[in-house]
């Protein structure tokens, strides 16, 4: 176990040192588009009209218009890669599948249209205990509920027979012929998907920072905030 701890804490410090040097690599191009004479943060409030407010629209609009396109282009690449890479039909995914939500919550979700919530309560039922999880896969159990911070549910499939093949092959539903989809899901060592992970996972944490700090910038940049001000204004 001392093993699997140190890859968990390795993985959520190269996540540390990734998001810190997105961090100054943001504010580098941030920096780049000051206008000259403009004196401050980004996120202060400027004068409508002055340099300062034209600086906050163009930091913006890069993220918007060039960006968020190369995070697109980036994570298209990544899982055009994923092709070079197969399912070896370990069944981990179908003998233990997790999710931050209850069987509750996720029905709740199927009810209000979220298809991923529709398509997993359809096949997964929800083991009793996590001890009766933990007996299927003790490592990768440990490796889960380590891994994310928030309270974990684990399921199963029961389409999956006693010779660990799923019955319902021919129709098992989308989200069973596309996982993983995401490059940071935490996947076992058994998994076919496992060295692809492993591979892109760098450029995919680095992608990943990347969004969350975009989102900083976006809600703490006064402008959106007046935008929506004046939205509810003209409404009214
Ligand atoms: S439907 Fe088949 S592929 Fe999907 S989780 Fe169940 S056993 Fe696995
Ligand atoms: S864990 Fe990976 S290799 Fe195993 S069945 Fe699922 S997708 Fe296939």
């Given at each position: 176990m001392e093993e699997l701890s140190n890859k968990i804490n390795n993985i959520k410090k190269r996540y540390r040192d990734i998001f810190l040097k997105t961090v100054d690599a943001i504010h580098a191009r941030v920096e780049e588009i000051r206008p000259s004479g403009v004196e401050g943060d980004v996120f202060d409030k400027f004068e409508e009209n002055s340099k300062g407010k034209q600086w906050q629209r163009a930091v913006l609009d890069m993220f918007e218009n060039d960006i968020c396109h190369e995070i697109y282009r980036k994570w298209n690449e990544i899982l055009e890669y994923r092709k070079n890479f197969h399912c070896n039909g370990c069944a981990?995914?179908?003998?233990?599948?997790?999710?931050?939500?209850?069987?509750?919550?996720?029905?709740?979700?199927?009810?209000?249209?979220?298809?991923?919530?529709?398509?997993?309560?359809?096949?997964?039922?929800?083991?009793?205990?996590?001890?009766?999880?933990?007996?299927?896969?003790?490592?990768?159990?440990?490796?889960?509920?380590?891994?994310?911070?928030?309270?974990?549910?684990?399921?199963?499939?029961?389409?999956?027979?006693?010779?660990?093949?799923?019955?319902?092959?021919?129709?098992?539903?989308?989200?069973?012929?596309?996982?993983?989809?995401n490059p940071l899901s935490i996947l076992p060592e058994s998994c076919g998907f496992y060295q692809w992970r492993l591979e892109v996972e760098p450029v995919a944490l680095m992608l990943h920072s990347m969004v969350e700090i975009i989102d900083y910038y976006k809600q703490k940049i006064p402008i959106l905030e007046e935008r929506m001000a004046r939205g509810q204004e003209d409404r009214l």
């Open positions: 981990t995914c179908c003998n233990l599948a997790c999710s931050e939500f209850s069987p509750e919550e996720l029905k709740e979700k199927a009810k209000n249209g979220d298809k991923f919530a529709a398509q997993f309560t359809k096949i997964f039922v929800p083991y009793n205990s996590v001890q009766e999880a933990e007996m299927i896969y003790p490592e990768y159990l440990k490796l889960l509920s380590d891994t994310l911070d928030e309270d974990v549910y684990f399921y199963h499939c029961p389409m999956l027979d006693d010779c660990k093949r799923c019955s319902a092959y021919e129709n098992r539903p989308e989200i069973c012929r596309v996982f993983p989809d």
